[in-house]
């Protein structure tokens, strides 16, 4: 289960369920399970000295048993506005991901990794262009959460949603994603609730459908980018696997099944994606379907040659949108220079 070579175990791998039966191993009531639970997640404590309600021989069986820190901050910065924070953590095998802090909006919006590197090959994500190194466990994807939560509690603060947009596929790394999501949702634990989580997939199929079937209310974002095929393949290769008319029946589908609103992602290249043709035939392909878009200018990275759209086209773009009745919402670059985009710190290092 926890393929993080660092020992001893990582805490946030396992589940409420997983960590009782370790307890009652120990010849100890289940209920100290809930208390070391809720001293993970609620108090958020990182080291076994702060469960004070334990004895100190469970203290020191926790800590010999499990870690609580698994994961090293390498690099941290802070854009000039301050409202963007991007830390790349270094896992216990050395590879690096990154997670992003938002504020806006009274929101603190954490963009975590569900993956180092992608094997998705995006043409320009920084993150597909280093390919995939590894799937990240269900712990490591928490502990980014925990990790800034702790930082946001010293200030009187709290994350109030998280977004699984940073590196990597999520539905490429299903199960753990969803542990993970499932772990930082528990109400005996951290308690987010489910609508203020997200999963963005670049739109792999099977697992859209597996994930309307299983009922969990987490909301879902589609990377669309491109309303034609020939023009999405040579953005987002997968979507030679999965046609465009596959992926938006599957999302219809989702809507259906749920009664839950789908947003879609597209990040404008200069003309390449935000002609008002393009937004035209988006339109067509959405109408009648309960969905959001968001449009961002896209963050330039340094193997791909396009670049971001002007403001006036993003808005030219949303309103053509808008006067088709799709809803759609231009979004800011956030920290841009300290290279805030998906993958970008990793790529660099
Ligand atoms: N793999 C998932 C989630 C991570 S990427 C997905 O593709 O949805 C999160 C979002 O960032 C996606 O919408 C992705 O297309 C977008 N993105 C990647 N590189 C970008 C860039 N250089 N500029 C703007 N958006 C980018
Ligand atoms: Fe992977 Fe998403 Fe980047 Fe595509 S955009 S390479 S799916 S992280």
Not at 164 to 179: I, K, Q, R, S
Request: aromatic share 8%; proline share 4%; net charge positive.
């Amino acid at each position: 289960m926890n393929d993080n070579p660092v020992k001893p175990l990582s805490i946030y791998d396992l589940d409420l369920v997983q960590l009782q039966e370790r307890v009652v191993d120990w010849g100890e009531p289940s209920y100290r399970a809930l208390q070391i639970w809720q001293g993970v997640y609620k108090q958020l404590w990182s080291s076994p000295v702060g469960f004070t309600s334990l004895s100190k021989g469970l203290r020191q069986r926790l800590d010999a048993e499990f870690s609580l820190w698994n994961m090293r901050p390498e690099i941290s910065k802070t854009s000039l506005d301050k409202n963007t924070v991007k830390t790349l953590f270094r896992l216990g095998d050395e590879k690096a991901i990154e997670t992003v802090l938002m504020r806006y909006n009274k929101r603190n919006t954490l963009c975590i990794s569900s993956q180092a590197g992608c094997g998705m090959g995006c043409v320009f994500c920084a993150t597909g262009q280093m390919g995939l190194k590894r799937n990240l466990t269900s712990g490591e994807i928490v502990e980014q959460v925990v990790y800034y939560a702790r930082i946001l509690k010293a200030s009187g603060e709290s994350i109030t949603n998280v977004v699984v947009m940073g590196m990597g596929e999520p539905f490429h790394n299903y199960d753990a994603t969803l542990h993970a999501l499932d772990r930082l949702n528990d109400k005996d634990g951290f308690n987010l609730g489910a609508r203020r989580l997200t999963i963005s997939t670049v739109g792999l199929v099977p697992a859209i459908r597996r994930f309307a079937s299983e009922g969990r209310q987490y909301n879902l974002a589609v990377s669309l980018h491109a309303a034609e095929d020939e023009l999405r393949s040579s953005l987002l290769p997968i979507n030679k696997k999965y046609p465009l008319n596959e992926l938006l029946a599957a999302c219809r589908d989702y809507v259906e099944q749920t009664r839950r609103r789908i947003t879609f992602e597209w990040a404008l290249i200069l003309d390449v994606n935000d002609s008002m043709e393009q937004a035209q035939i988006l339109a067509s392909k959405l109408k009648g379907l309960l969905c959001h878009v968001n449009v961002i200018p896209l963050n330039p990275t340094p193997q791909y040659r396009g670049t971001g759209t002007t403001r006036q086209r993003a808005e030219i773009f949303r309103d053509e949108l808008a006067h088709h009745g799709i809803p759609c919402t231009v979004r800011l670059r956030r920290g841009i220079e300290i290279q805030a985009g998906c993958g970008q710190l990793a790529i660099q290092v």
